[in-house]
């Protein structure tokens, strides 16, 4: 009896380690906006975006602005920034999360992005600071070949079409 049950141990053991290697292959794959979005059409858009920079003086000269669209041209440019990005996320983020990680300090645009599809209901959220992505769930998106510069050249074309009232 001992005997079997150490062979099926064995087996268990190599069934959840290939669950597990399956399983972070699968989170760790690629993602677009649109997989972000569940493959839901944005109706309307709308962003805060924050512009923060580090004075002579070590003072903050912070000044926000908001970014709303609907569909049309603008809408579109909008989407074909993001539809080039490519996030992964970290199998290993879920216990990373709680460890602490450093502050660093945050200049530039940085923004938050909401997307709404035609009934009203938040199908995107999406966070960038500095090189930091975020997304609903909070945890971090990584992108890969320096698409971090997508970001803050998207937080750029962000603040240039804000709105101005």
């Known amino acids: 009896m001992r005997k079997i049950f150490r062979s099926r141990r064995s087996v268990i053991t190599l069934a959840a380690v290939v669950l597990l290697a399956v399983w972070s292959l699968w989170y760790a794959r690629p993602l677009s906006v649109r997989d972000l979005m569940g493959g839901a059409n944005p109706e309307t858009a709308h962003a805060l975006i924050v512009d923060a920079e580090l004075q002579s003086d070590f003072k903050w000269k912070t000044e926000t602005g908001t970014f709303v669209c609907d569909e049309g041209p603008v809408m579109d440019e909008l989407f074909s920034q993001l539809d080039g990005l490519r996030f992964h996320r970290n199998p290993l983020e879920v216990v990373l999360q709680f460890l602490p990680r450093d502050g660093g300090e945050i200049t530039g645009k940085s923004f938050n992005l909401y997307a709404y599809d035609q009934s009203g209901k938040e199908i995107?959220?999406?966070?960038?600071?500095?090189?930091?992505?975020?997304?609903?769930?909070r945890l971090p998106l990584y992108t890969s070949h320096n698409e971090e510069e997508a970001g803050k050249s998207l937080g750029a074309w962000l603040w240039e079409n804000r709105d101005k009232n």
Not at 126 to 134: P, T
């Open 124 to 137: 995107l959220e999406l966070y960038f600071s500095g090189e930091h992505w975020r997304h609903q769930d």
